[in-house]
């Protein structure tokens, strides 16, 4: 799943498998002898260092290096974690040639490792942590975003029954359900406690809902560092981290890549105050413009609604990481960092919003 990486060591590489997060290797490579075609041991088992949902492991073999994607330990919400959807979805879309790395296979027997997972290739490319791609050469840029942006386009562009994904999320109603689901997320997460200004954007965001839209596959967390790039082409090779991938707004989720323009970069891959003209990469109006050509759209109405709802619901997700590390149950080393953004986030969903008003 994951590659050679560009960018923030502290997200960068493997480590030894951290404590409370220990796999039962001999069972696992039991597991890969009798499931995973080519499979031979010895194995070596490490953790990749990003990553805040779900624990993800590299395996190595003399003639292989595959990953792993597990629920983490402990108490888990009702729904989250699904690695179960993930790997049906990558191998969905691996049938139609779209860049995502082949699943060897599925187990849902917990009795294993402790938890479901799934395996799949590791796919040797680069990965950027830092949107101003700042390794790539100045007049290469432009291609790298138009890379981004296609790649996100050409997933829009499938028809989810035709994928066998028909029945992969809710038809309708996308902005109603995900509200609300994250609403309940932040209002059930007493460890993490309140914040009038989620309070707030609960109650204005069910009401400002745009009408209409179309319904496909979502990835729900594109973004620069979650792609693998070509190793020394601007191309997109594979698609990481499924975990909110649903049937939903494609203009959701475009909106929510586009984000990058106005976040912050110390809190992920962002764009805001960096000199786009000096680093000669395309402006976010012609970046929703290259979208819209791609996709077939003259325009993106209610585009700050979009840029609100996806910092809310960024805000709700790093609200649950930030109950995680009160329980001690976080899965990267980094969350405590990053719940120290989420008042930020939450400002920044109050500025997003006032523009919609």
């Not at 830092?130 to 390794?135: K, M, V, W």
């Not at 106005?262 to 680093?279: F, N």
């Amino acid at each position: 799943m994951t590659a050679t990486p560009t960018g923030t060591a502290a997200n960068t590489g493997t480590t030894p498998v951290r404590a409370g997060f220990a796999l039962d290797e001999p069972a696992l490579e039991r597991w890969m002898a009798a499931h995973v075609d080519g499979f031979a041991g010895p194995m070596s088992v490490r953790q990749f260092k990003g990553g805040q949902s779900n624990p993800t492991y590299q395996l190595v073999t003399p003639r292989k290096t595959y990953v792993l994607r597990r629920k983490p330990p402990g108490p888990l919400a009702k729904g989250a974690h699904a690695v179960d959807r993930e790997a049906r979805v990558l191998t969905a879309l691996a049938a139609l040639d779209f860049p995502v790395a082949r699943v060897h296979g599925f187990c849902a027997d917990e009795t294993v490792i402790g938890s479901s997972f799934y395996v799949m290739d590791m796919v040797e490319g680069r990965i950027f942590w830092d949107a101003t791609f700042p390794d790539v050469p100045t007049g290469e840029r432009p291609r790298y975003f138009a890379a981004m942006n296609a790649t996100l386009a050409r997933l829009h562009l499938i028809d989810p029954d035709q994928a066998g994904l028909g029945d992969y999320g809710r038809h309708g109603n996308y902005f109603e359900r995900q509200i609300s689901r994250w609403s309940r997320s932040y209002l059930a997460d007493s460890d993490a406690g309140r914040d009038p200004g989620m309070d707030r954007l609960i109650e204005w965001l069910p009401a400002a809902i745009p009408e209409g839209g179309d319904t496909r596959i979502v990835h729900g967390d594109f973004r620069c560092d979650n792609l693998i790039f070509h190793p020394t082409e601007p191309r997109v090779i594979a698609v990481l981290d499924w975990e909110l991938s649903t049937l939903g707004s494609p203009l959701g989720d475009f909106t929510y890549h586009a984000m990058m323009y106005r976040m912050p970069p110390d809190i992920v891959a962002g764009l805001r105050d960096a000199d786009l003209a000096r680093l000669n990469i395309p402006s976010e109006a012609d970046y929703v413009a290259q979208y819209c050509s791609a996709t077939g759209r003259d325009c993106i109405p209610n585009y700050d609604f979009y840029v609100a709802f996806n910092f809310f619901r960024m805000a709700a997700i790093f609200h649950g990481i930030k109950g995680r590390v009160i329980r001690g149950s976080a899965v990267s080393a980094q969350s405590a960092a990053r719940v120290r953004h989420y008042p930020t986030l939450v400002k920044l969903v109050e500025d997003a919003a006032r523009d919609c008003m």
